[in-house]
C-alpha cells in the first residue's frame, strides 16, 4: 500500500483493467494481516474521468492535446535555454526506487544539482499508519534524491530572483499546493509536470506528461524501517500514460 511510509502488503483485485477492491495481504514483519481504511479506499482515483492520459502542451495562454514526441521535443528545448544551475526538480516519494534512480542517472548527465521532494506528513494512529504520508521517503533519502523539504523550501524566492528559471515537478506533486504561488510559477522559462491527475501545477505547465498510478507500476520501495519492498503492476495504465522512469528514460534519448 503507498497511502505511508509502513508500506502495508497487500492484494490488488483487479479485472478487465479496472481495481475493485484492496485487501491486506499478510505479512507480520510489516502489517500482520491489517491495513488501515485510507489505504483499502486509495484506489478510485485511477478511475477518475479527469484523469490525465495523453500529453498537454500549452500555447498564448490555452492547454492543448499533443504527442509525446511534441512534449519531450518541448521540454527538451525549454531546458537547453537554460543553465543546470538555473534548474530544480521536484521529485515525489511516491516514485519508486527504479523511478528515482533513472531520474538521479539523468540529473547527474545533465548537471543539474537541485532537487528535493515534497513532505507529507500524516496523523500516525500508534497502531498502524505511519506519520509519513510518503511511500517512499526512505528510498529517496537513500538515492540522494530527498533533502527533506528543505531545498525546495526555499525555491520560491529563487524563482522570483530568476536564479531558477526551468522547474521540473514528477511523480504527481502540486508544488502550488506545498506552498509555492502560482504568480511565482509564472516567472520560470518553462514548467514541466508529470502526473496522474489535473492539479494546480499541470494546469499552469507548458508541458503535462500522463503518470502511471501506483497498481500499474512495478517496483520496489523503501518503507520507514528501512524494509525493501517490492510490488507488481495489476494493471495497464489508460491512454498513453507512461511510468514515470519511461517517460525519464525516453527524454534521455530524446535529449
Known amino acids: ?13 483487479s479485472r478487465e483493467g ?3 477492491r484492496l485487501t491486506p495481504r499478510e505479512n507480520e514483519s510489516v502489517n500482520s494481516h491489517w491495513m488501515c481504511d485510507h489505504g483499502r479506499l486509495n484506489s478510485h482515483y485511477l478511475e477518475d474521468k479527469n484523469r490525465l492520459q495523453q500529453p498537454l502542451l500549452r500555447a498564448a495562454g490555452e ?6 514526441m511534441d512534449a519531450l521535443s518541448r521540454a527538451a528545448e525549454g531546458l537547453k535555454k537554460v543553465s543546470p544551475q538555473e534548474i530544480a ?3 515525489s516519494a511516491r516514485m519508486t526506487n527504479e523511478e528515482l534512480f533513472v531520474l538521479k542517472r539523468m540529473l547527474e548527465e545533465l548537471g543539474v544539482t537541485q532537487v528535493d521532494t515534497v513532505n507529507r506528513p500524516g496523523q500516525a494512529d500508534k497502531f498502524l499508519r505511519n506519520a509519513d504520508g510518503n511511500p517512499n521517503t526512505r528510498g529517496a533519502e537513500l538515492l540522494g534524491i530527498s533533502q527533506g523539504g528543505r531545498k525546495l523550501g526555499s525555491w520560491a524566492a ?3 530572483a530568476g536564479k531558477i528559471k ?3 515537478v514528477l511523480g504527481g506533486e502540486d508544488v502550488v499546493k506545498a506552498g509555492m504561488p502560482e504568480s511565482t510559477l509564472a516567472k520560470l522559462e518553462i514548467l514541466i509536470a508529470s502526473g496522474i491527475l489535473p492539479n494546480a501545477t499541470t494546469q499552469v505547465a507548458q508541458v503535462v506528461l500522463p503518470g502511471a498510478g501506483f497498481a500499474e507500476k512495478t517496483g520496489s520501495m523503501v518503507n520507514v524501517h528501512g524494509r525493501l519492498q517490492r510490488f507488481s503492476r495489476a494493471i495497464a495504465a489508460p491512454g498513453q500514460a507512461r511510468e514515470d522512469w519511461i517517460i525519464l528514460r525516453v527524454y534521455r534519448d530524446w535529449e
Do not use: M
Request: glycine residues 12%.
Open 89 to 91: 526538480v521536484v521529485a
Open 166 to 168: 526551468a522547474l521540473l
Open 158 to 160: 529563487e524563482i522570483a
Open 1 to 13: 500500500c503507498t497511502s505511508c511510509g509502513t508500506g502495508c502488503n497487500v492484494t490488488i483485485g
Open 63 to 68: 492547454q492543448f492535446p499533443g504527442t509525446w
Open 18 to 20: 479496472k481495481v475493485y
